[in-house]
């Protein structure tokens, strides 16, 4: 398991050491290699994605990442702000599905705006495809037609777009509670209909898993009525932007959500779902679980290693269960960490 660790900047550095930390603890073979991403490699090499990071990055198995970004690289040009290290090391990697669980832990039952008994338990994955729909579509642009300005967009997908973010959801349906909802807006739009149509398809692939289809503005709805009832919901790139905010946001807590990125084979690029928080970088206060959630992630997408990924999850119930916060998820009453601490009881827990 050969793994490219990019801590990044901000509070990056910190959460990646105690995710590092935890995935040593495990008794698997690994090798990790550091490197530089962000604003910290565009101060260090003048280039936010520099050659030796693609490199590492591109030799390794999967990356696990920090967060990039801060005040300080604000206002330099496009090309050399952190953000656009993050796009391009996407790119180069091939990544074309974004998963995003939203899990609840019921300790942390009132971090929610939503009421308890509505979200507690909540562990759905939102799977997002990343690298086609209107975002990329062409033509695009705004021009002056008839006198007046005018704005345009163009949404397609190819079905072997669709079929092969499907069969991901389809797979991580299988790892899960075998359930996919399928997100569109068929009513309206042909693109979607394809989608629907592919869906329906693959679904064929998979008869152990139940595949459901919803219109996106009812989607955006039920989440928040009773989010429970889904799996795995799996969406094309715009409406999975919105519904992955939408849905992470019913936990309430930003330090507790990791993602992955996914290639063809599997290859994935790990992180936590939230930035480098400028406002609380150095003083060791920042969450570490969506980082070691992410090193979760790895071990069961990348490297299939169930188990593994399991331990790391127990562990994580565990020091919630022990009472462990950080100051992000602090309630009256529970024992407030620091970052390493955190680290400390995941580590005594596994
Ligand atoms: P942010 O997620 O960094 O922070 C939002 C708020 O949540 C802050 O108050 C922060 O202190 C808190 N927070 C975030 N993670 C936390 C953690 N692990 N533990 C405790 N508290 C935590 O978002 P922002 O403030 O909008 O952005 C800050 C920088 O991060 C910007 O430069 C932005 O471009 C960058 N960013 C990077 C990524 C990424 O690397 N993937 C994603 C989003 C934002």
Not at 3 to 8: F, K, N, S
Not at 100 to 106: E, F, G, S, T, V
Not at 186 to 197: I, S
Not at 250 to 275: C, F, Q, R, V, W
């Amino acid at each position: 398991m050969k793994i490219c660790v990019l801590p990044g900047d901000g509070i990056g550095p910190e959460i990646t050491a105690e995710a590092v930390r935890v995935l040593k603890a495990l008794d698997l073979k690994m090798e990790m290699e550091e490197g530089l991403l962000g604003g910290c490699a565009i101060d260090a090499a003048k280039d936010p994605f520099p050659e030796a990071t693609q490199k590492l990055a591109k030799e390794a198995d999967a990356v696990l990442l920090g967060a990039v970004g801060g005040p300080q690289w604000d206002n330099n040009p496009r090309e050399l702000r952190p953000e656009r290290g993050l796009l391009r090391i996407r790119k180069d990697l091939g990544l074309f599905a974004n998963l995003r669980p939203a899990i609840l832990y019921p300790e942390l039952a009132n971090a929610s705006t939503l009421k308890p008994e509505v979200v507690a338990g909540l562990d759905i994955l939102i799977v997002r495809e990343l690298t086609g729909d209107i975002y990329f579509g062409q033509p695009r642009g705004i021009e002056v037609r008839n006198g007046e300005r005018f704005g345009f967009n163009t949404m397609h997908y190819t079905e072997s777009e669709i079929r092969r973010i499907l069969r991901v959801a389809f797979e991580a349906a299988r790892k899960r509670n075998k359930k996919v909802c399928s997100v569109d807006k068929m009513n309206v739009l042909e693109c979607t209909q394809l989608w629907r149509d592919v869906a329906n398809e693959v679904a064929k692939e998979y008869p152990d898993v139940e595949l459901t289809h919803m219109l996106v503005d009812n989607a955006a709805m039920q989440l928040v009525k009773a989010p429970k009832q889904f799996d795995v919901m799996v969406t094309g790139n715009m409406f999975g932007d919105i519904l992955s905010d939408e849905a992470s946001m019913l936990t309430g807590s930003i330090g507790m959500l990791p993602s992955a990125s996914l290639d063809e084979n599997n290859k994935g690029l790990y992180e936590p779902s939230h930035g480098s928080a400028p406002d609380i970088a150095g003083k060791g206060v920042a969450n570490p679980l969506a980082t070691i959630l992410s090193a979760a992630m790895m071990l069961r997408y990348t490297f299939n290693q169930e188990a593994a990924a399991q331990r790391i999850e127990g562990a994580v119930k565990k020091v919630l269960a022990q009472g462990f916060r950080t100051g992000d998820i602090y309630e009256p009453g529970m024992r407030k960490v620091g970052t390493k601490e955190m680290g400390d009881a995941v580590l005594a827990a596994l």
